[in-house]
């Protein structure tokens, strides 16, 4: 007598678990690929701001270390025109190369709306200025600080502002703050000018260069 067979095949019910065990493991892989794109999204943002700020930081040290110091007069005394606050600075620097033939520039640091401007207002002998263009956004503060000995105070030390000097300071320092949701970190940005003053230089934006003095 012939064996009866077993069934071959899954059962309704054997099926509807497959289906939803696969439904399941579908669910948990698309949660984790979306994790996975979130987490390279935050990545990528962190590394384009780091790269942002490294770029500004590399733009104001060079313009700095570039600086010009022109000297005025006054009816007491000479100073360099450097003109340095806690939350504004500006100062005279050779142009960047390309600059279309200008050598000397007045740049201007600041906040305004909320980012940081850095850029040249004028050039030396220009009938007009220009307001700096954005470096960074999502700024909430801007420190300069200035070290160097006072007239009141020969020990040097970082002073607040730096205006109407013989010479230009020994050290700037730039700080900046961001939110606190922002996740962009500004190390303290501290630069020496590499400016020397010539006393007898008075500066002709038409020769590009020094009346009576070299």
């Not at 099926?15 to 987490?39: E, P």
């Not at 961001?178 to 000018?193: G, K, Y």
Request: glycine share 12%.
């Amino acid at each position: 007598m012939e064996r009866p067979r077993a069934d071959v095949g899954f059962t309704l019910v054997e099926m509807l678990v497959s289906l939803a065990l696969l439904g399941m493991a579908a669910v948990l892989v698309g949660q984790g690929l979306g994790s996975d794109h979130a987490a390279l999204g935050r990545i990528e943002r962190r590394t384009q701001g780091g790269e942002a700020v490294a770029a500004a930081q590399t733009l104001l040290r060079e313009r700095l270390q570039h600086l010009f110091a022109d000297p005025r007069y006054d009816s007491l005394s000479m100073f360099v025109d450097f003109d340095g606050a806690e939350q504004e600075l500006q100062f005279l620097a050779s142009a960047p190369s390309g600059a279309s033939g200008i050598q000397v520039q007045r740049f201007k640091l600041g906040l305004s709306g909320g980012a940081l401007s850095f850029g040249p207002v004028q050039a030396i002998g220009a009938d007009a200025g220009l307001e700096p263009p954005k470096l960074l956004g999502g700024v909430q503060g801007l420190e300069i600080a200035y070290w160097g000995a006072d007239a009141a105070d020969a020990t040097p030390a970082w002073r607040p502002t730096w205006e109407r000097r013989p010479a230009p300071p020994q050290l700037v320092r730039i700080r900046l703050a961001f939110a606190p949701e922002d996740r962009r970190s500004w190390p303290d940005l501290i630069v020496r000018p590499a400016a020397m003053v010539n006393a007898d230089c008075i500066y002709d934006a038409r020769e590009d260069g020094c009346r009576g003095g070299s």
